[in-house]
């Protein structure tokens, strides 16, 4: 586990906005692998534990998670003027990007070979996210909630929305709960023994 002490931070809102706009770049199809590599390996930032508490709080809010992260990551090290900073640097290039792929992809997006290429992506994504989950599983050790209940709660999710096809809102205010719940007992019972 990285101490705090042993943390970088970002040096500037620029430093924010041009790692932001790098971490976008690379993001094509998801960017999970990306963002945790970057910001936990490379630049330091943040922790194990600190990314996947803060992934957590980026995925329940509205909107995609990694520009919940810049916001939030942002807003830690320079208030309002770097959750901006992070946030332009999350759209401002993937934007001019994604509006060139569309004036080019508009003319061939019907075409077998085009239509084989998005697909190979996707799964190419859902592989980057699963070995991320799995990098990231030995922060779960250190969870208050223990890593056996962390495994549950995660595959009850998975069977609620990927088997049974249960809305997302639905299972993720569920295992929420069921999480926060379990979360506070056992926080409750390490402070009572630390009490002593």
């Known amino acids: 586990m990285s101490e705090p002490s042993l943390l970088n931070r970002p040096k500037s809102k620029m430093d ?12 094509f199809g998801g960017v999970l692998a990306v ?7 490379e630049k330091r930032w943040m922790s194990k534990e600190q990314f996947v508490e803060d992934w957590a709080v980026a995925q329940i809010m509205p ?9 939030m990551i942002g807003g830690r090290y320079f208030g309002l003027a770097g959750a901006l900073a992070g946030l332009a640097g999350m759209l401002t290039a993937p934007l001019i990007v994604v509006l060139l792929l569309a004036i080019a992809f508009g003319g061939v997006s019907d075409a077998a070979w085009a239509q084989g290429a998005l ?7 859902a592989g980057l996210i699963a070995a991320v989950g799995l990098k990231l599983i030995s922060a779960l050790k250190t969870n208050p909630m223990g890593m056996p209940v962390c495994i549950g709660l995660a595959v009850l999710s998975f069977v609620g929305v990927g088997v049974m096809r ?16 379990w979360a506070y007992v056992q926080l409750a019972r390490a402070a009572a023994k630390g009490a002593r």
């Open 16 to 27: 924010l906005f041009l790692s932001f706009t790098w971490l976008a770049l690379q993001g």
């Open 166 to 181: 249960w809305p997302l809102a639905w299972v993720l205010l569920g295992m929420g709960l069921l999480g926060c719940g």
């Open 119 to 125: 697909r190979g992506m996707g799964a190419v994504s």
């Open 63 to 71: 909107g995609p998670n990694v520009v919940n992260l810049s916001l």
């Open 35 to 41: 963002v945790q590599r970057v910001l936990v390996e």
